[in-house]
């Protein structure tokens, strides 16, 4: 198993500009959850989806979309740059959003915005 | 609302000495608590959790957390401590008794162990 994988790795962005990052699991987890990582915040959930079909916010939703049109992909799509999104995104999954489950977490994507 | 504090920034022990990890929460009912991992550049890594029963947790590595109810605490530890024990350390919390709440995560701590 692969696991949780983002890709890219890293991706320098200027003000304005759009893209997609992308996360996929080869668990058949049905829950997939997306964080950002800033010193000193720990991590902040942005958006969540409990299966395929179903997504809903976290606590820092504002400038990002996500989709869950399968239960394997689960992409994050910034709408429209902004430096205060310069952070680095890590996508997890696991069998179930209630209860004891652990996440499993992806090797994170590094996004600079200029 | 949950929330989860983790009080220090950093912790520095010597390696083989025993080693302590604070972490508090609350919850308006009952807690699954866990422990990660991050080692530099990397996602984070699962250590230890707390579902239900004994109050002692063992998990990866050595490590192990005593849940304490009344002290709403969750504090990680290891007997002795090793230089490749040096990571980013983060404490999560979600309720038990809602249904659908999200796992929320303290700061995270920044363990160094000196040789």
């Known amino acids: 198993n692969a696991g949780v994988t983002q890709t890219p790795k890293f991706q320098v962005l200027k003000t304005g500009q759009s893209m997609t990052l992308q996360c996929a699991q080869d668990?058949?987890?049905?829950?997939m959850s997306w964080y950002r990582q800033d010193p000193g915040m720990g991590l902040r959930l942005i958006h969540y989806?409990?299966?395929?079909?179903?997504?809903d916010q976290g606590e820092v939703p504002n400038g990002y979309n996500v989709s869950r049109s399968t239960t394997e992909d689960f992409p994050l799509r910034l709408l429209s740059a902004a430096p205060s999104q310069t952070s680095v995104y890590f996508c997890?999954?696991?069998?179930?959003?209630?209860?004891?489950?652990?996440?499993?977490f992806g090797p994170g994507t590094r996004l600079t915005v200029t | 609302a949950q929330s989860v504090a983790q009080p220090e920034d950093q912790v520095n022990v010597a390696e083989g000495n025993p080693l302590t990890v604070k972490c508090t929460y609350s919850?308006?009912?009952?807690?699954?608590l866990f422990w990660y991992v991050q080692y530099p550049n990397r996602g984070l890594q699962f250590l230890l959790k707390?579902?239900?029963?004994?109050?002692l947790v063992k998990g990866s590595y050595g490590f192990e957390a005593e849940f304490n109810k009344s002290q709403t605490s969750f504090h990680l530890k290891k007997p002795s401590a090793l230089v490749s024990d040096s990571a980013l350390y983060f404490c999560?919390?979600?309720?038990?008794?809602?249904?659908?709440?999200?796992?929320?995560f303290g700061k995270g701590t920044t363990l160094s162990v000196s040789s």
């Open positions: 707390y579902i239900t029963g004994d109050n």
């Open positions: 997890a999954s696991s069998y179930s959003g209630t209860g004891g489950a652990e996440q499993y």
């Open positions: 919850v308006s009912g009952n807690p699954y």
């Open positions: 989806s409990v299966g395929a079909g179903i997504t």
């Open positions: 999560a919390v979600r309720d038990r008794d809602q249904a659908g709440t999200a796992l929320i």
């Open positions: 668990m058949n987890h049905e829950y």
